[in-house]
């Protein structure tokens, strides 16, 4: 330790030291410095949205006010058709996401070790892949006529291309000595399976869940717009085609309210619990 700084531990001995306050209005703002820029972001650009209301002199079909918006989600919460269509389009969302997430796992898994599979299913996939749902529906519809089938079946369509890429990427990318050392351990293709190549393809795995689930979170106010008599897509369609702009703009904040859900209750803690499961790294920011 050079002079200086005995010097200057020996006169700040007898001292107290101040400690940072970890109560207090101070405190608590420190600790949610994010949510509340954010919402001050927010509240900022309500007023500028408020104020340019007048200045711009257009109608209300064009350009409703922040108040008339707000007006018509209450009385949309009054009626009790909100809560009803959000929740609509959230267990859709569910059973489509659940469905088409297994069936691109276990499909990515099977043709990721197989390459027989590969070879028989890989040009039929690439061929699928390249037909968008919005081409599908019309088909769909023919079939199965407007309703739940409708939406699910596109839904884990929109689903299963993604995650079905990422996952063959992620069997293959899992290095062959790590298979062959846990095959010299005796493990079983069970053991090698559970315990090698699938904490291995996880990280892709999840990267195929995210991209996926945004396609169908998308797919599914689509398809609630054209097949579907409730859910967030059908109030934004019906209050467009009612000329109620605002009613539409409540259907479009209740879309993104729904993803704010969808990410926080659901992709959030899954990769959590399995990072923390298999002592695995993700990048970014993910608290």
Avoid at 24 to 41: D, T
Avoid at 43 to 71: C, D, H, K, N, T
Avoid at 221 to 235: R, V, Y
């Amino acid at each position: 330790m050079t002079d200086a700084a005995t010097t200057a531990a020996g006169a700040g001995a007898g001292r107290p030291v101040a400690l940072p306050r970890t109560s207090g209005p101070a405190a608590w703002a420190r600790r949610n410095r994010r949510p509340l820029l954010g919402a001050l972001g927010m509240l900022l650009f309500l007023a500028a949205w408020q104020i340019s209301v007048p200045l711009v002199g257009m109608s209300e079909y064009f350009y409703p006010s922040p108040a008339r918006v707000f007006e018509s989600f209450v009385e949309l919460v009054e009626k009790g058709m909100l809560p009803v269509y959000f929740l609509d389009s959230l267990w859709r969302y569910a059973l489509g996401v659940g469905i088409g997430a297994a069936i691109g796992i276990v499909l990515g898994i099977a043709i990721g070790l197989s390459p027989f599979l590969s070879r028989i299913f890989g040009p039929f996939i690439n061929f699928l892949y390249a037909i968008v749902e919005s081409a599908w529906i019309a088909l769909f519809v023919v079939w199965w006529g407007y309703g739940l089938k409708v939406i699910i079946v596109l839904l884990v369509y929109v689903m299963v291309f993604p995650l079905l890429y990422n996952t063959i990427a992620g069997v293959r990318l899992v290095p062959q000595v790590y298979i062959n050392a846990a095959r010299t351990l005796g493990a079983t293709r069970w053991q090698v399976l559970t315990n090698v190549i699938l904490p291995g393809a996880l990280p892709n795995i999840f990267t195929g869940l995210r991209i996926g689930a945004g396609f169908a979170f998308r797919g599914l106010i689509f398809a609630e717009m054209l097949a579907a008599s409730s859910g967030i897509g059908f109030l934004i369609y019906e209050g467009a085609s009612t000329q109620n702009t605002a009613r539409t703009i409540v259907g479009m904040i209740s879309m993104g309210l729904m993803w704010l859900v969808i990410d926080n209750v659901y992709l959030k803690p899954v990769e959590r619990m399995t990072v923390e499961h298999w002592g695995l790294l993700v990048t970014g920011d993910r608290k």
